[in-house]
């Protein structure tokens, strides 16, 4: 809106929309309902979708061909164990790819800073009740977050840019850093002291995963642990060079 540009949401549930006090009359659509989903692109030039990638099969085919398409994905399509949410992701670039639509699929890291997450938020929590934090590794492996603004930038500088065909890129935060020293800095940005670590086999914390079930204890998935085991580095490179997004550190994103 500040950039002068018409926005329209389309939404599922105009009800949920509405309690957020946008000012936008949103369009009504499911991404399972293909004439409702065309109809509500019918007249779009640029599209963002916030769905899950699994779903970009279903918009290309409903969007306009001359519609510019920039689409969620995440860096979960590198890992190593892909599950259910990482075989959407690489569908969802298959998709894009063997298009030939102009547009890109962003792979942001892990995200932190939007409202409700529950990657920084949720290991903060934990750190007020645990005294001491096992790790597989004791932390070694390399994590990348992204802040939400950033995310939110490239988003927006994907819109504007000429895509030439179909993309997909990484947007990353600055630089890796080990998993114990995410930790250290969420700990400072929430005024709490240092994390004690304690290197810890992962197939024993996955074994004892069910025990973060109790009550008042944020719920940590074998899953969860074991991609802990693999570095998330990313180069950023293109999202700097081709968006013009410059990712902040890591300590000015958790101080917001």
């Not at 105009?14 to 009359?25: E, I």
């Not at 001359?66 to 892909?82: D, E, I, K, N, Y």
């Not at 990348?144 to 490239?154: E, L, Y």
Request: with cysteine; proline share 10%; charged share 20%.
């Amino acid at each position: 809106m500040a950039r002068g540009v018409d926005v329209v949401p389309v939404v599922r549930d105009p009800g949920r929309f509405a309690a957020a006090g946008l000012p936008f009359a949103p369009l009504q659509a499911d991404l399972g309902d293909a004439s409702a989903l065309a109809a509500a692109l019918a007249d779009a030039t640029r599209i963002a979708s916030a769905a899950h990638a699994r779903h970009a099969a279903a918009i290309i085919a409903a969007a306009p061909v001359q519609a510019r398409l920039v689409l969620m994905g995440s860096t979960r399509r590198f890992t190593r164990w892909p599950d259910e949410h990482g075989g959407g992701v690489i569908a969802g670039e298959a998709a894009l790819l063997g298009s030939g639509r102009e547009g890109v699929i962003l792979h942001p890291t892990m995200i932190y800073g939007a409202e409700g997450e529950d990657n920084v938020r949720r290991l903060a929590a934990l750190m007020r009740r645990l005294p001491m934090l096992p790790l597989p590794g004791g932390g070694r492996n390399l994590v990348q977050p992204i802040h939400q603004d950033d995310v939110t930038a490239c988003l927006v500088a994907a819109l504007e840019h000429p895509w030439r065909g179909p993309e997909a890129m990484v947007i990353a935060g600055p630089e890796p850093v080990t998993y114990a020293a995410f930790l250290r800095a969420i700990a400072r940005a929430a005024g709490l002291p240092p994390p004690r670590i304690l290197p810890v086999p992962a197939w024993a914390l996955m074994a004892a995963s069910p025990l973060t079930r109790l009550p008042g204890l944020p719920r940590i998935r074998p899953a969860e642990i074991r991609r802990l085991l693999e570095d998330k580095d990313f180069p950023a490179d293109a999202m700097r060079a081709v968006l013009g997004v410059m990712p902040i550190s890591l300590e000015v994103g958790l101080a917001r």
